[in-house]
């Protein structure tokens, strides 16, 4: 399966995804495209799979004419990533050409700051 990974997936989760062909969309001078420019982008170079980070992209494109399936992660994070990498292995195996799917890999939280004064 070729495999377009959007600018904001982390490039580690790469070595997950075994004997798939993945490519980073800056490999290809896509890192400006957006949404649904990058969808007919990938389409027309043969890309079966899109892996985003972009919760909103299901809301802003229509998917339903699409030949390329799109995974979305909910997260950019790695090591949260890394923990839920065999749910995206699974994900990229149930993929179908026109399909969307969310792989809920939790959500990064910043720790608070402290401010230095006592409690």
Known sequence: ?????DQNVPRA????LGPHQVTRSAEKGW?????????AAAEAAGFD???TC????????NLT????AIIALSTNNWPLIRERAEA????????????????DCGVF???????????
Do not use: H
Not at 1 to 5: A, R, S, T, Y
Not at 54 to 61: A, P, V
Not at 65 to 68: E, L, P, Q, S, V
């Open 88 to 103: 995206v292995v699974t994900a990229v195996a149930k993929a179908k050409p026109g399909t969307y799917r969310t792989v």
């Open 54 to 61: 972009d919760q909103n992209l299901e809301y802003q494109q």
């Open 49 to 51: 799979l899109l892996i």
């Open 1 to 5: 399966m070729k495999i377009i990974f």
């Open 31 to 39: 890192q400006e495209l957006k949404n649904g420019d990058l969808l």
């Open 65 to 68: 004419a699409r030949k390329i």
């Open 109 to 119: 939280r910043k720790a608070k700051r402290s401010t230095g004064r006592g409690s």
């Open 13 to 16: 989760l790469a070595r997950n």
